[in-house]
C-alpha cells in the first residue's frame, strides 16, 4: 500500500493562497461549508503566529459575509498546551480527527437480507438522493441545506464521485459518496436516518463500496472524540494518524 494521508482527503476547496506558514483554502460556491473554507497550518505556529493568521482570516471571511474562521495543524501533533489554553479562553472548538483505511477483503463478511438495497444513484434516484440529504442538511439551516442541493447536483456530474443511496424495505434511510482515485476509495458524508438506525444500513454501504472498488484501499476519516470511530475498528480498519483543527464561529 503506498503511503496515505490526509493530504489524500477529498475537498472540493481551492487553495488560493500559500506562506511559510499555512496555505489558504476558500470554496466561494460554499461559504457555509466550514470544511472548505480554512487555514491548514504547514508547521506549528507559536501563539502570536496564530493570532496574526486568526486575524487575517476573520477578516477576510468578514469580507466574503462568512461568519467562523477555521484551523487545521500539521498531522499526528497536538497543538502546544499554550494554544490549547488560548483555544479555551477564546471560545475555540478543538478538536481532532483520525484516519482510516481498510483493503477491501477484510471488511466483514455481512449475512444476506433482503430489507436492504444499496443503488448508485442515476437519474432515476437523483431526486430521492437529493431529498434525502436536504432533510439531513436542514439540521443546520435552510441557506446550507440550499447550497448543498447545489453541490451535490455538481458531484453528480463529477466522474470521480459516486454517490450511494440505500432503501430499507423501499424507503430512502441512509447514503454515502465515494471519490475515486488511482489507488484508493474515499468514503465520505456516510449517514443513516435516525428512524433506521442500528439496522445495519452504514454497514451494507460500506459492504458495496468494498465489493464495487475491490482493487482500491478505502479510506475515511472519522472524528476522533465520537463513538462511529469505534465500529470502524471493529469491521478492521486500522488509524494511520490524526489531525487536530479549531473552528471558531461568529454571531
Do not use: W
Not at 472548505?36 to 487575517?56: D, G, I, Q, R, V
Not at 462568512?66 to 478543538?94: C, I, N, R, T, W
Not at 442541493?149 to 424495505?169: E, G, I, T
Amino acid at each position: 500500500m503506498k503511503e496515505i494521508t490526509f493530504d489524500h482527503i477529498y475537498n472540493p476547496g481551492h487553495e488560493i493562497g500559500e506562506n511559510e506558514l499555512y496555505k489558504h483554502i476558500h470554496f466561494p460556491e460554499m461559504l457555509t461549508r466550514y470544511d472548505s473554507n480554512f487555514l491548514k497550518f504547514k508547521k506549528h505556529p507559536t501563539l502570536a503566529e496564530f493570532k496574526e493568521a486568526a486575524l487575517f482570516l476573520r477578516e477576510f471571511h468578514q469580507s466574503k459575509g462568512q461568519k467562523h474562521v477555521k484551523f487545521l495543524f500539521p498531522d499526528d501533533h497536538k497543538p502546544s498546551k499554550e494554544l490549547m489554553d488560548y483555544f479555551k479562553d477564546e471560545g475555540y472548538e478543538a478538536g481532532y480527527n483520525e484516519l482510516y483505511f481498510i483493503e477491501p477483503g477484510q471488511f466483514p463478511i455481512l449475512e444476506d437480507t433482503t430489507d436492504i438495497e444499496v443503488r448508485e444513484v442515476t437519474e432515476a434516484e437523483l431526486n430521492a438522493y437529493l431529498a434525502f440529504q436536504y432533510e439531513q442538511d436542514m439540521e443546520y439551516g435552510p441557506d446550507f441545506a440550499d447550497q448543498k442541493v447545489d453541490m451535490h447536483k455538481r458531484n453528480f456530474q463529477n466522474p470521480r464521485l459516486v454517490q450511494l443511496l440505500a432503501f430499507y424495505k423501499g424507503t430512502p434511510a441512509g447514503s454515502v459518496d465515494v471519490i475515486i482515485e488511482d489507488h484508493t476509495a474515499e468514503i465520505d458524508g456516510l449517514m443513516v436516518h435516525e428512524t433506521f438506525q442500528k439496522k445495519g444500513i452504514g454497514a451494507r454501504l460500506q459492504q458495496f463500496v468494498m465489493k464495487q472498488f475491490p482493487d482500491k484501499t478505502v479510506i475515511l476519516v472519522a472524528d476522533g472524540e465520537d463513538t462511529p470511530r469505534l465500529m470502524y475498528r471493529k469491521q478492521n480498519y486500522r488509524c494511520l494518524g490524526f489531525r487536530y483543527e479549531v473552528q471558531k464561529v461568529y454571531e
